[in-house]
């Protein structure tokens, strides 16, 4: 009985940390992203490593592009979790990273941002 | 009289650089170039030199950017003598982080042999000037993302001179556009 309590409990509260979770908007984030166009593209390496095949890749692993060491020591796999981090202050997560960029600070806008990306990633410019 | 409404190009660039280029690039030479006590004064060395070499390839790119514009034969005059006065701007923003970087004592990262620019996505010269907006504008987000990171505060204030240069280059190409040249009253 006290198993099947905590259990409901533990899955009320997963819930609500769920629904707590900010919603991107893609359309939104598409404007942020003009933000980073001065070294990011989707398709291309630039100033900054390209962002297609961004969800999944683990950080500093594009191949033939001069990460920071500190990025190619961050041993993380990016995902929207990963990306919130690291876009909400990008010189504190990763001290050393090349990305001199003091961050996205407003969650809603890197939740819309991150949205963006992900639907990006999706896209036909991504599947070349 | 706007730049677009001058009678000739030359009068035209004469009148933007007598506005804008030739004092922010003055200004930003006595900031950075010609103040020698900047590496003694510099906070954070090390964290501004990686800004600094960041913000030196972003200009790079720019500059590559612009070359690629004034070659496409997509540009008439007197929009080609637009490009070539902003890609003069880009080169001595590049040419005065080059020089505080090595003042600083770092060394200054070098333009790529090679730039991947979506070439075959410009085909008339509108093109090309949103290519170029779409630069600018994210040069701009891109200073103002630097800019509260230095420790040498007098490296910020150049920074924001350069940020200004580039937000004067965003508000021209989108009036080129046919744009709203100054579309909201704060950038981000």
Redesign the interface.
């Known amino acids: 009985m006290l198993a099947r309590l905590l259990a409901g409990l533990t899955a009320a509260l997963a819930a609500g940390a769920a629904g707590a979770a900010l919603q991107g908007d893609p359309k939104a984030g598409e404007e942020i992203y ?6 990011h ?1 989707l398709a ?4 900054g490593p390209r962002h297609c095949g961004l969800f999944g890749r683990r950080a500093g692993s594009v191949k033939g592009f001069a990460y ?1 060491d500190a990025m190619k020591r961050y041993k993380v796999v990016w995902n929207e979790k990963t990306l919130d981090r690291f876009l909400a202050n990008p ?1 504190k997560v990763v001290p ?1 990273t ?6 996205v600070t407003d969650p809603k806008e890197r939740a819309d941002l991150i949205a963006y990306l992900k639907q990006a990633n999706g896209s036909a410019e991504c599947g070349k | 009289m706007s730049f677009f409404e001058m009678p000739t190009p030359a009068a035209a660039r004469r009148l933007f650089l007598a506005r804008s280029g030739v004092v922010l690039s003055g200004a930003a030479v006595a900031l950075l170039a010609g103040n020698e006590a900047l590496a003694a004064k510099s906070g954070g060395k090390a964290g501004d030199v990686r800004i600094l070499n960041t913000a030196l390839g972003l200009e790079f790119e720019g500059i590559a950017a612009y070359q690629v514009g004034a070659e496409s034969n997509l540009l008439q005059k007197p929009v080609l003598d637009l490009a070539v006065t902003f890609q003069g701007h880009h080169k001595e923003h590049a040419d005065v982080l080059a020089k505080t970087i090595q003042k600083l004592g770092g060394k200054p990262v070098s333009a790529k042999a090679k730039y991947n620019f979506p070439v075959d996505q410009l085909k008339s010269q509108t093109d090309v000037l949103k290519f170029a907006a779409k630069l600018e504008q994210g040069a701009v987000s891109a200073y103002l993302g630097a800019v509260p990171l230095f420790g040498n505060r007098d490296l910020a204030k150049a920074a924001a001179s350069i940020l200004g240069d580039e937000a004067m280059h965003w508000a021209v190409l989108r009036q080129a556009l046919g744009e709203a040249p100054v579309p909201v009253a704060f950038v981000s």
């Open positions: 003009s933000r980073c166009l001065a070294c593209s291309s390496d630039r100033v920071s010189l050393g090349d990305m001199t960029y003091a961050g």
